[in-house]
């Protein structure tokens, strides 16, 4: 019988240099060894981190889920869901015991619009139509700027 598990390893080994990693766990009688392990890349992460997600929405609603401490200190657990087992994930709690954002699925704010002076050298210019749309392209080496 095959069974397979997955771990978010978000903060790895130093919450400071968060991983986040995909890892899945595997045991399969009829290979061999039995039991191995694979860091996921590309697509398969992805679907195993949509799978990750939906049992960690799930296990954190309902309180389905057993908290094991990795470093009491900094309020580092990983937390697996129940009663399946089949996913875990990394969690540090605040003082109030709620979960700091989760800093691999944190995305930095989009720049504030505005005006800014940039001076550029090699400066390339280039337009592209389609039907009523005009797109205006400008490339060159930064030399100086402000935003």
Excluded at 135 to 144: A, N, Q, Y
Aim: charged residues 20%.
């Amino acid at each position: 019988m095959r069974t397979e598990a997955y771990a978010w390893l978000v903060y790895g080994a130093d919450p400071a240099n968060p991983a986040c990693e995909v890892v899945a766990y595997f045991t399969d009688d009829t290979h061999t060894p039995p039991q191995w392990q694979e860091t996921l890349e590309g697509q398969r992460k992805q679907d195993v981190l949509e799978i990750i997600k939906a049992d960690r929405q799930q296990a954190e609603s309902t309180g389905q889920f057993s908290q094991l401490t990795i470093n009491a200190g900094l309020r580092w657990y990983r937390r697996v869901i129940l009663p399946s087992l089949r996913s875990s994930w990394e969690v540090i709690l605040d003082e109030d015991g709620d979960p700091v954002p989760n800093p691999c699925e944190t995305q930095a704010p989009p720049p504030a619009p505005g005006n800014f002076d940039m001076v550029l050298r090699q400066v390339g210019v280039s337009f592209r139509q389609s039907g009523d749309r005009v797109t205006l392209t400008i490339t060159g080496d930064r030399v100086t700027g402000s935003a």
